[in-house]
């Protein structure tokens, strides 16, 4: 299995410049977690998908930040505008919501916004 | 995150044990968890108990539950270089992880 994987690896973006983020969750799963992690705040999660619907957003910022699960394969988390203060590592996680799993996550995608 | 704490550091000498320590608030949690993180890398699940185990040993590491005070530890032992990293905690509530802030191990020679 190749696991979560995650693009771009890195960016570095102007602030006021769009940027998406993607994730290809592992095949078979139906949750989609998308962290971020800071030094000041941690791992804080900003948005759950359950079977493709949006469950949790509550983390999500501010409403510069967007994400959408088109498919079961496939999410994406927007910044727009981007700002100095959203460089962060983003990282996807998925699980197949039964008993006895766990949660994996990608290699994550660092974001710098100058 | 405020519902899950530990140390912020770790100093250990290169061969001896390491012992990182853990609060958590949600009893009702199913999974407790231990994340590695190395200097520009991502989350490596390292191990994780259920909520009905006291202890799991996995080669180097053993990870201590104990439920009634909601404490989880982590002990390596034999610690190598390799085991310099940031290491997080985490509870499984109904569909997340909360995570610590995570404590970083820094093994010296």
């Known amino acids: 299995d190749a696991g979560v994987i995650q693009s771009p690896r890195h960016e570095v973006t102007e602030m006021g410049q769009e940027v998406t983020l993607r994730c290809k969750p592992i095949?078979?799963?139906?949750?989609l977690f998308w962290y971020r992690q800071t030094m000041m705040r941690g791992l804080e999660l900003l948005i759950y998908?359950?079977?493709?619907?949006?469950?949790?957003d509550s983390g999500m910022p501010e409403d510069r930040f967007s994400a959408k699960m088109p498919n079961a394969s496939f999410s994406t988390l927007k910044i727009q505008p981007s700002e100095p203060r959203d460089s962060a590592v983003y990282f996807c996680?998925?699980?197949?919501?039964?008993?006895?799993?766990?949660?994996?996550f990608g290699e994550g995608s660092w974001l710098t916004v100058v | 995150g405020e519902d899950v704490e530990q140390s912020l550091f770790l100093s250990v000498r290169e061969g001896d044990s390491s012992v990182i320590n853990c609060t958590y608030t949600?009893?009702?949690?199913?999974?407790l968890y231990w994340y590695k993180q190395e200097p520009g890398a991502g989350l490596q699940l390292l191990t994780y108990?259920?909520?009905?185990?006291d202890m799991k040993q996995d080669q180097r590491l053993t990870v201590l539950l104990n439920k009634k005070d909601k404490h989880l530890s982590l002990r390596i032992a034999d610690t190598q270089t390799g085991d310099s990293a940031i290491y997080f905690c985490?509870?499984?509530?109904?569909?997340?992880?909360?995570f610590g802030a995570g404590t970083t191990v820094t093994v010296r020679a």
């Open positions: 095949s078979g799963h139906n949750s």
């Open positions: 996680a998925s699980i197949l919501q039964s008993s006895g799993n766990t949660i994996y």
């Open positions: 985490a509870q499984q509530g109904d569909y997340k992880l909360s």
């Open positions: 949600d009893s009702s949690s199913t999974y």
């Open positions: 108990i259920f909520s009905n185990m």
């Open positions: 998908f359950n079977n493709n619907v949006p469950i949790d």
